[in-house]
């Protein structure tokens, strides 16, 4: 009898070529037994919902705005709205059928909270996440143009892109997988980042099999 597919929950707010490049590993075999069971983001415009519409996966789209909008503009009002929002992104995915083995952040411009992590643990569901830096270096958003900026004016000869999981402190979870991008003077920032992509690309599935074999490892004992 054929084991049941793993089934992935993907986090985007953007163009989604991350997002592609798990799509298409699913449909090679690359990542066996795998699919993209749903794909979420929290940009209505995000060009990955019609990357995963025209592969007929599910979407949905969960947006902070209206969350603010219920809370006064202060900062307790903000933090407020986005533990409502991460509470109801947390219950979006565990209503899904099939529900997800694992919750992919790819390119998903959003500090999640413990009121996404706990009810997620709890569900034994890992989250991990693509980042395009070293573990320790550059975390949060614009990490590959602060990169290239040290290469610039500080003489840094390196950064990389890694796959790690989620906690509360962004972007500072155990390493999955990492790989090394060279500096190279004088190369522009847009030069940088297309190369950066195209590791980023393969890292995402490399990264999201060694989490699952772990996953399978686990559920066999
Ligand atoms: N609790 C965690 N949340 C997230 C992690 C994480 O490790 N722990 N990884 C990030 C992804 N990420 C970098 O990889 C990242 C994304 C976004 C931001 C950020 O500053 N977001 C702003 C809003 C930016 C925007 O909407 O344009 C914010 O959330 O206020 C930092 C890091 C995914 N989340
Ligand atoms: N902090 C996370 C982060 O900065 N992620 C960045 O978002 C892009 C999403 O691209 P995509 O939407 O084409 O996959 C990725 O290329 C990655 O560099």
């Given at each position: 009898m054929s084991e049941a597919p793993h089934n992935l929950a993907v986090l985007i707010s953007g163009n989604g070529s991350n997002l592609q490049a798990l799509i298409d590993a699913c449909a090679s075999g690359?990542?066996?037994?795998?699919?993209?069971s749903h794909v979420i983001s929290n940009?209505?415009?995000?060009f990955g919902l019609e990357r995963a519409a025209k592969a007929s996966i599910p979407t949905t789209y969960h947006n902070l705005v209206p969350y603010k909008k219920?809370?006064?503009?202060t900062s307790e009002g903000t933090e407020t709205a986005r533990q409502q929002y991460d509470g109801d992104l947390a219950a979006i995915i565990l209503a899904?059928?099939?529900?997800?083995d694992l919750i992919v952040c790819?390119?998903?411009m959003h500090i999640v909270t413990p009121s996404f992590l706990t009810p997620i643990a709890n569900a034994n569901i890992k989250i991990i996440n693509l980042h395009p830096a070293l573990p320790g270096e550059f975390a949060g958003a614009g990490a590959i143009e602060r990169a290239w900026k040290a290469g610039k004016d500080e003489g840094l000869k390196r950064t990389g892109v890694m796959i790690h999981e989620v906690i509360a402190?962004?972007?500072?979870?155990?390493?999955i997988s990492t790989q090394e991008v060279e500096l190279k003077e004088g190369e522009s920032l847009d030069d940088l980042e297309e190369r950066i992509h195209k590791v980023e690309h393969g890292l995402i599935v490399e990264g999201t099999r060694l989490t699952l074999e772990g996953i399978g490892k686990v559920r066999d004992q």
């Open positions: 690359t990542l066996p037994n795998t699919r993209v940009r209505k415009a995000a219920k809370h006064p503009q899904l059928e099939p529900r997800p790819a390119g998903w402190e962004v972007d500072a979870g155990e390493a």
